[in-house]
């Protein structure tokens, strides 16, 4: 799998996905929503209601960002959250955001590594990503932590972009490739920011062989659903 970084310094990824998102973050969230006309919120609540058949008491999310999944998942399954995230910036704003809705008692929002969790094994009920691994600079690192952390017989929950498929799927990908781009570099300012967003997806598997990935991660089980005409995908992995 080729590496796609955001700026292609020598800083390498893991600091260059931080310094990115310590970019963005004042503009994340409303670039978030408008580029993908809030397709994004009925993802994430896809997800939630998957997992809440697991009925989790403790759930980490992990690439939290400014919370959004993390909130989701609280307000859905009733579960304690740790949202853990790279970037101070983008947990910042989360941290505002969950404030304002007066959830400070039920998520706790940490600065920390993703693949170096500072969590002992088998602690949480379930762990949630969205739109997080494909920016783990050594994937089957990252994935192996996600494992470690959830208990047996427990889920990962895994939300990631995928490739659009048949007829629609030119349209979509001259819109992710040119159109999304130019937004972003608009709003945000920073000009590689949402170049990098379609160059990774391109770069990352998806599908079965995501689902391969999993498996040999030493995942027992991997069930995938496909979403709006395969934009995105949601892996179910359990150990």
Do not use: C
């Amino acid at each position: 799998m080729k590496q796609v970084t955001p700026y292609n310094t020598e800083a390498g990824k893991k600091k260059e996905v931080e310094d990115m998102f310590d970019n963005i973050a004042p503009k994340y969230d409303l670039l978030n929503h408008v580029l993908s006309m809030k397709i994004d919120v009925l993802w994430r609540n896809t997800l939630v209601k998957w997992m809440s058949a697991d009925q989790p008491k403790l759930v980490l999310d992990v690439a939290t960002g400014t919370g959004d999944l993390a909130i989701a998942v609280q307000k859905g399954t009733g579960a304690k959250m740790v949202g853990l995230d790279l970037s101070q910036q983008m947990l910042n704003v989360g941290i505002e955001k969950i404030k304002k809705i007066n959830l400070t008692d039920q998520i706790e929002m940490i600065k920390g590594d993703a693949e170096n969790l500072p969590f002992e094994s088998n602690k949480f009920d379930a762990v949630s990503v969205a739109f997080g691994v494909r920016n783990f600079e050594n994937l089957d690192k990252g994935l192996a932590e996600l494992k470690r952390v959830v208990k047996e017989n427990k889920s990962v929950y895994i939300l990631e972009f995928s490739k659009v498929e048949g007829v629609l799927a030119p349209f979509y990908m001259f819109y992710f490739k040119n159109v999304l781009p130019q937004i972003g570099k608009l709003v945000s300012k920073d000009t590689r920011a949402y170049t990098y967003l379609p160059d990774s997806v391109n770069a990352f598997p998806y599908g079965e062989k995501m689902k391969q990935i999993l498996l040999n991660v030493g995942f027992r089980t991997v069930e995938y659903k496909k979403l709006s005409l395969g934009i995105a995908t949601i892996y179910k992995a359990t150990k």
